[in-house]
């Protein structure tokens, strides 16, 4: 990579959460420096960079190694036999392209390593030759074969280590060790990254630990500067295991300690609505229900209710099993709001939802003294007076609910169904638009607990775990194929004895119009194989007057087949729809198949979902298998987070968390654990981090959550 001529100094006093403080700190501050500050990081490197999100010195610093080439274990060449698996590392003597007998380009590129001669061969892929230049150090991986006169590896794997002869040798960065191999991008090396992160290394020196003496012993933690050296350029297996060790401790904790943090301040600065009044609202509707809350029901509702007859406003997440009854538990809630003088507020992540939110909520309050209404991007102004009037009690509605127009009486509660799709400025736009009104966060996607002690460690938690009687359930069947006759044969039955049934279509990430595309085909499709039925279309492309309109028809039982995308996903509750068929369900993840299938089942009648799949990969058929297996959603969650890992379920950025890089949730459920009462410990006995030996602590979690606790160092 070429360099250009950074900007000497540090910068960190710029970055997030560095203020004047003691000298410790300065010494720490030194990682929140703009990676231009590097020697040879101009504002063209930086670009480059930044396409790996390495914008700071600390960036560039816990971007670690994908993996690790220890030349101890390198052979040379010359010792290399016909048919062994072997490394070797060699300079590239030779780059040569021809066309071969069936119009295939042959790439082949020898190296030499003063021992002997080696080609990588690929077909087609000329592209390699861009990296593999001529007098590039490059290590090839892979199985040796001897042919035309000479040792040769078929589509090796590679790594290119260093530039030409002589560059970066005085650095010794990439001989004679354990080289360190990095996820790179377009003009930004495995190499050039080791040259950089000497560097940065070098910028640190001396650097202040952030996490307190203490816990560092507690947990026999490695100095961090060393922990960082040894996890970029190790020594031996022993200390890097200790160092991968440590930047996992310091991601789990850190961000354990932002969520203690996070809570306490809450607690400490939010007022809060203490409802109290008699119960007459929620006991007449608990009556009017036609089934009894099961005790999963009941006790999420005691701790609902118990959290707002407090002076502090309630921040809890309300978790439930697809079709376990969450929408109830909402629903007493904003009674309780409502009997004690104040408005409640439902947001809902698309309109489709919010109509059949607003459709059952109507229904449930049917004969209460409650207005509800329903406030989308079209609403009519006499609505939007009533709401500011307080004569509307409940409102359900979409993001519309948050903006500028839209103006509350007394909001006294608000409730944010699948809270994961809203992002964390829209929640609490919401939650602005009263005074300090309690928040219910809902979620249908059951999340494994050592996720939810991450990703929602500053709220309170209730689990829905139960569904209500009389639920027969799903059967699960994968399919491929050679089944679609039976599968199909099974809809026309299902039909003629008067269910319904959807048709989910293949997800097509690229384009909104390809999926409306493919929905409209299989509409065709089934209007000629099922003459008579009523079989009709649903699509993010549609206007949303029409998606409406064709959900009501399918609630009402006009419909027979529905063909959709993945727009029901959520919220969609038809109790008479017994099938499911969804078309390339190995596109789809875990939590998003959980979802589509839990639209039926919500009857009496046992229901089917056959999912048509060809995975290719083992992740997908790990996948396919998982959801075969598991109808309890919670178990569903635990295997999705084993076979995908977090990043399946929810992303930390949109939960506003820092990232994690090395710590695996469903690896380090012990650590997380500990981590977690370690810094709820610290933060409780030191709600601020003011005293001296957390100064550190305090700036270091502040930088990681991007400035968030800046209020920390306020007054």
């Not at 069947?477 to 269910?499: I, T």
């Not at 959709?564 to 596109?587: F, H, K, L, Q």
Request: glycine fraction near 8%; charged fraction near 25%; include cysteine.
């Amino acid at each position: 990579m070429p360099e250009d001529r950074g900007q000497p100094g540090n910068k960190g006093a710029e970055a997030a959460g560095a203020r004047e403080t003691p000298p410790p700190v300065a010494a720490l501050a030194r990682i929140a420096a703009p990676v231009t500050s590097l020697t040879g990081v101009g504002p063209a490197v930086a670009r480059r960079l930044a396409a790996l999100d390495i914008n700071t010195v600390a960036d560039l610093l816990y971007h670690f190694p994908r993996r690790y080439l220890d030349r101890s274990t390198v052979m040379a060449i010359g010792s290399v036999k016909e048919g062994e698996e072997a490394t070797v590392i060699g300079r590239v003597a030779e780059v040569e392209s021809r066309r071969g007998r069936n119009r295939k380009n042959i790439l082949t590129i020898t190296i030499f390593d003063g021992t002997g001669y080696v080609s990588g061969v690929w077909f087609n892929q000329e592209y390699h030759k861009e990296r593999l230049a001529e007098g590039v150090e490059a290590a090839f991986s892979g199985k040796v074969t001897y042919q035309y006169n000479r040792l040769q590896i078929v589509n090796p794997s590679y790594d290119v280590l260093g530039g030409e002869e002589g560059d970066d040798r005085a650095e010794g960065i990439h001989t004679g060790r354990i080289i360190p191999l990095y996820p790179a991008t377009s003009g930004v090396t495995s190499a050039s990254l080791r040259r950089l992160v000497s560097r940065a290394l070098d910028s640190v020196r001396g650097m202040a630990d952030p996490v307190p003496r203490a816990t560092r012993e507690k947990f026999e933690l490695m100095p961090l500067e060393e922990a960082l050296r040894e996890a970029h350029f190790p020594t031996g297996p022993e200390p890097l295991a200790r160092a991968r060790y440590r930047a996992a401790f310091d991601e789990i904790f850190m961000m354990q300690v932002g969520l203690a943090l996070r809570r306490k301040h809450r607690e400490a600065e939010a007022r809060g609505i203490a409802h109290s009044a008699p119960p007459e609202l929620t006991a007449r509707f608990l009556e009017s229900l036609p089934f009894e809350l099961t005790s999963a029901q009941e006790r999420a509702w005691r701790e609902i209710s118990s959290d707002m007859e407090r002076g502090v406003q309630m921040n809890r997440l309300l978790q439930g099993e697809v079709g376990s009854g969450k929408t109830v538990v909402a629903v007493l809630a904003l009674l309780k709001a409502v009997e004690n003088g104040y408005q409640g507020a439902m947001m809902a992540p698309t309109e489709v939802l919010a109509h059949q939110h607003f459709r059952r909520v109507s229904e449930m309050l049917d004969g209460l003294p409650v207005r509800v209404e329903l406030v989308t991007a079209g609403t009519a102004r006499d609505i939007l007076a009533a709401v500011s009037t307080g004569e509307v009690h409940v409102i359900v509605g979409t993001h519309a609910l948050i903006q500028e127009g839209t103006e509350f009486h007394g909001l006294g509660l608000v409730v944010v169904d699948e809270q994961h799709r809203f992002g964390l400025d829209q929640r609490a736009a919401l939650a602005e638009k009263g005074a300090d009104p309690d928040i219910l966060h809902m979620s249908a996607t059951p999340i494994p607990r050592t996720l939810s002690m991450t990703l929602f460690g500053d709220l309170d938690m209730s689990v829905i775990d139960e569904l209500p009687a009389g639920r027969k359930g799903v059967v699960t069947v994968v399919a491929d194929r050679s089944q679609r006759k039976g599968a199909f044969a099974m809809v026309g039955r299902e039909v003629a004895r008067g269910r319904q049934v959807f048709v989910i279509c293949p997800l097509i990430e690229e384009s909104d119009k390809l999926e409306a595309r493919a929905a409209a085909d299989e509409a065709k499709r089934l209007e000629a194989e099922f003459p008579g039925r009523t079989v009709e279309l649903l699509h993010g492309q549609m206007k949303s007057a029409e998606k409406r309109g064709v959900m009501e028809r399918f609630e009402t039982g006009e419909i027979d087949i529905l063909i959709s995308t993945v727009v029901v996903e959520v919220g969609v509750d038809v109790p008479n729809a017994t099938v499911m068929i969804v078309e390339n369900a190995d596109r789809f993840g875990l939590a998003q198949l959980h979802q589509l299938r839990g639209r039926i089942g919500r009857g009496t009648e046992r229901a089917i979902c056959v999912l048509f799949a060809d995975p290719t990969t083992e992740e997908a058929k790990a996948r396919m298998e998982a959801i075969r297996q598991y109808d309890d959603g919670f178990e569903l969650a635990e295997a999705d987070l084993r076979i995908r890992g977090e990043g399946s379920l929810f992303g930390t950025r949109q939960s506003g968390l820092p990232d994690l890089k090395v710590a695996r949730l469903s690896r380090n459920v012990e650590l997380i654990r500990k981590a977690r009462a370690e810094a709820f410990a610290i933060v409780g006995d030191d709600p601020t981090l003011s005293k001296v030996e957390n100064l550190l602590l305090r700036w270091e979690a502040n930088r990681r959550f991007a400035g968030e606790l800046d209020w920390l160092f306020k007054g």
